[in-house]
């Protein structure tokens, strides 16, 4: 009977820290108690490990078992840390050799029939453990891709307590477990894929789209129920470059934390699209929860884009919400247990009908909002969140003749990808040595400094801002609208075309 060392990960936020995981098997009342910070979760695991021992052939020690789980300030949570709970104790009670699990991380769920089962947020966690140079993790044979992703860990596949505890039992030499071993991993499942030459018409809308992508702006799109913003939204991470390696692991991240990372697709690498519904609770958009704080919708869409349909639909408070993160890149969400900041930088696709009885446009005869009504719907979108729109389009339905068109010369997102790309990586070159990729990302200061358009350039905006149609963080949005069309149209600084086409983009224009 002895004292056992071993370790384990906590996720906080999106961020992974080491957990010392401590048993002491001894002389005593014969039981199990828990030290550190357990919730319900990891009380369970007393259970659970019980069951998954029992259930392996490996007998429960008669004894007095202390677990400790520390540093004890930090929040623990979840049941990533049955595997190492498991692991102390049996090397405690001699069955485990103690210097074959003191220096390995251990992650996973046991089943009570021993089996170990995957847990979220492995990515996080094993990005934590590898701060410790080159290390070993132990993880459940469903996470062994995600594992994977991490550069110099070696990462050990797991599925059944028995067959990790006989491996660590036979010594170093041994083969160690491979993931062909283990159970069968679950088939990945491709959505529809979508391309914008669905679209029909529309040559404002793919032209706004294109600038969006090209410069990573928001977007407002405001027309009748059937004219085709959401299929338009859906099409815009199809314009958008692959995710670059770092940005790619930072979704991934997220994803995982949320349990949301498509099963056999370890590596997020293109930009997601997520659209909650307006009668989501604030904790699915923003991110929350009463005993473990997740990521919401926000931050699922983190590099990618969020889509609000029928945006006047959302409570205020979320959609007040969202300034912090369109501002900083960043959502803090704030609990008893203290608060959690998760990355959130996205671009946001509004969408709102005209009024609120949603009357298709020929129908509108049907319609009796007044004015009033109609202008008190569209009230619902704060001004200081408009405010962080770049641009603003009105759908209408296509015409007879758009509709009737040959269509095999339409464009396709591929075409409009490479027009974006090329665009981008002319802003990335220009912001070269900042953090910024996009122009969507350049602070206000600098807009009126290094990348202030020449005196020609700018006076288109001069009597809006003297007839106050335009606001001086509008002026912002224009500025930076301009610069993007600038590099879509492969010039050096945005001239009075780019600035006038920024500014009706921005005031509103019709499809
Ligand atoms: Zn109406």
Redesign the pocket.
């Known amino acids: 009977m002895a004292v056992a060392r071993t370790r384990s990960v906590a996720v906080i936020g999106v961020t992974g820290r080491t957990v010392e995981v401590e048993a002491d098997v001894g002389n005593g009342l014969a039981g199990i108690h828990l030290i550190g910070l357990p919730d319900t979760a990891l009380s369970e695991a007393r259970d659970r490990v019980r069951s998954a021992m029992v259930n392996s052939t490996y007998p429960w020690p008669d004894a007095r078992i202390i677990v400790s789980l520390f540093p004890a300030s930090l929040p623990k949570r979840g049941s990533q840390f049955d595997l190492a709970i498991a692991m102390a104790i049996l090397s405690a009670a001699g069955v485990i050799p103690a210097e074959r699990i003191a220096e390995p991380f251990f992650l996973g769920e046991l089943g009570l029939d021993g089996r170990i089962r995957p847990v979220r947020g492995v990515l996080p966690s094993i990005i934590g453990a590898a701060k410790h140079g080159d290390v070993t993790v132990v993880v459940p044979a469903a996470n062994s891709a995600e594992a994977a992703l991490v550069p110099n860990v070696k990462v050990i596949p797991v599925s059944h307590l028995r067959q990790l505890v006989e491996w660590l039992r036979r010594g170093d030499d041994e083969p160690e477990p491979r993931v062909e071993e283990c159970a069968e991993l679950p088939k990945s499942t491709d959505g529809p894929a979508v391309d914008l030459a669905d679209v029909v018409g529309q040559p404002v809308a793919r032209r706004a789209l294109e600038v969006c992508a090209a410069g990573g702006h928001n977007l407002w799109m405001l027309g009748p129920p059937g004219t085709g913003k959401t299929m338009l939204a859906e099409r815009l991470p199809t314009l958008l470059p692959d995710l670059e390696l770092d940005h790619a692991l930072e979704v991934t991240a997220i994803h995982s934390v949320a349990g949301a990372l498509p099963p056999n697709a370890p590596m997020m690498s293109r930009p997601p699209f997520v659209s909650p519904h307006h009668t989501a609770t604030s904790a699915a958009i923003i991110g929350g929860g009463s005993a473990i704080v997740r990521p919401g919708a926000v931050s699922l869409a983190h590099r990618g884009v969020l889509f609000l349909d029928e945006a006047p639909e959302f409570p205020r408070h979320v959609l007040d919400a969202l300034r912090q993160p369109l501002e900083s890149g960043r959502v803090t969400v704030s609990r008893s247990a203290g608060s959690v900041t998760f990355p959130a930088r996205f671009m946001l696709v509004l969408a709102a009908?005209?009024?609120?009885?949603?009357?298709a446009e020929d129908q509108?005869e049907?319609?009796?909002?007044t004015p009033t009504?109609?202008r008190r719907y569209l009230g619902r979108l704060s001004g200081p969140l408009l405010d962080r729109i770049d641009m603003k389009v009105t759908v209408v339905r296509s015409s007879r003749r758009e509709l009737l068109a040959d269509r095999q010369f339409v464009e396709t997102s591929k075409t409009v990808a490479e027009r974006v790309l090329l665009a981008r990586e002319r802003a990335a070159k220009r912001l070269t040595g900042t953090p910024w990729r996009t122009n969507a990302e350049i602070p206000s200061s600098l807009l009126h400094s290094d990348y202030r358009p020449s005196n020609e350039a700018m006076k288109p905006m001069t009597s809006c801002l003297d007839s106050g149609t335009l606001t001086a963080r509008g002026l912002d949005r224009v500025v930076r609208v301009a610069w993007t069309l600038a590099d879509l149209a492969d010039k050096d600084t945005p001239e009075e075309d780019e600035t006038n086409a920024a500014l009706s983009f921005w005031l509103g224009v019709k499809s």
């Open positions: 009908n005209p009024c609120p009885c949603a009357q509108s049907t319609c009796k909002c009504i109609k």
